[in-house]
């Protein structure tokens, strides 16, 4: 399968706990982007890297956030310290990078339960 | 007024019927317009960009009115694998951010 991946698919976790997700994008894909969706709503951007550089983050992206992408390669959204208003599906999605506005292609997503 | 709006639906339509509806954007300034599908409990997926002199591909029809800021899906002869939620995507001023709607809800009926 060549497409975007994710891991965990599901993940249930206790209000305080940290929480890890990890992204593999398309192999030749410079751009990942992280999203949050909740039910009824579209996607909300979250952050964006170009290759390893972390270019942009949405304000809705608190300090209990953070993303990193190391290598240009996979990326890894943490939060922490866990809120219930965190349970979300967190979609990952990555563009080819050649040009500015870009077709994105998502993975399956985490669906993370805050209890 | 939100930055991008469609209406949520449902549409309930006949199997072989046309279908059409459009999403409103509020920024001028947005040049980059597509169409995703979602699946219940799925992630989305893109059905098509939308190109400034219009695009067909196949039963899928998109269109852009620039001086209305809207864009708009038609699907023809409509099956009933096309239910689902389709969102409209447009981006925010110059950056790279995708605003993204919250989706209108089609079923097909048989």
């Known amino acids: 399968d060549t497409g975007v991946s994710q891991n965990p698919r599901h993940k249930i976790t206790k209000r305080g706990q940290n929480v890890t997700f990890r992204c593999d994008p398309i192999?030749?894909?410079?751009?990942l982007y992280w999203y949050r969706q909740t039910l009824g709503q579209g996607p909300e951007f979250l952050t964006y890297?170009?290759?390893?550089?972390?270019?942009?983050k949405s304000r809705l992206l608190s300090d209990r956030f953070s993303a990193e992408r190391p290598k240009g390669s996979f990326s890894t959204l943490e939060i922490q310290r866990t809120e219930q208003g965190d349970s979300a599906m967190y979609l990952c999605a990555s563009s080819l990078g050649t040009r500015k506005y870009e077709e994105q292609y998502f993975g399956p997503g985490t669906r993370l339960t805050v209890t | 007024r939100k930055e991008v709006e469609q209406d949520p639906g449902p549409f309930n339509v006949p199997e072989g019927a046309t279908v059409a509806f459009n999403c409103t954007y509020s920024?001028?300034?947005?040049?980059?317009f597509f169409w995703y599908r979602q699946d219940c409990r799925k992630e989305p997926k893109l059905l098509m960009s939308?190109?400034?002199?219009?695009n067909e591909d196949g039963r899928f029809t998109a269109q852009l009115n620039r001086a209305s800021q809207y864009i708009s899906l038609l699907i023809r002869d409509s099956k009933l694998s096309d239910s689902a939620t389709y969102l409209c995507v447009v981006n925010r001023d110059s950056n790279y951010q995708l605003i993204w709607g919250a989706g209108t809800k089609l079923i097909i009926k048989p």
């Open positions: 890297f170009q290759n390893e550089a972390q270019l942009e």
């Open positions: 939308v190109y400034s002199s219009g």
């Open positions: 192999s030749e894909h410079n751009r």
């Open positions: 920024n001028s300034a947005s040049q980059s």
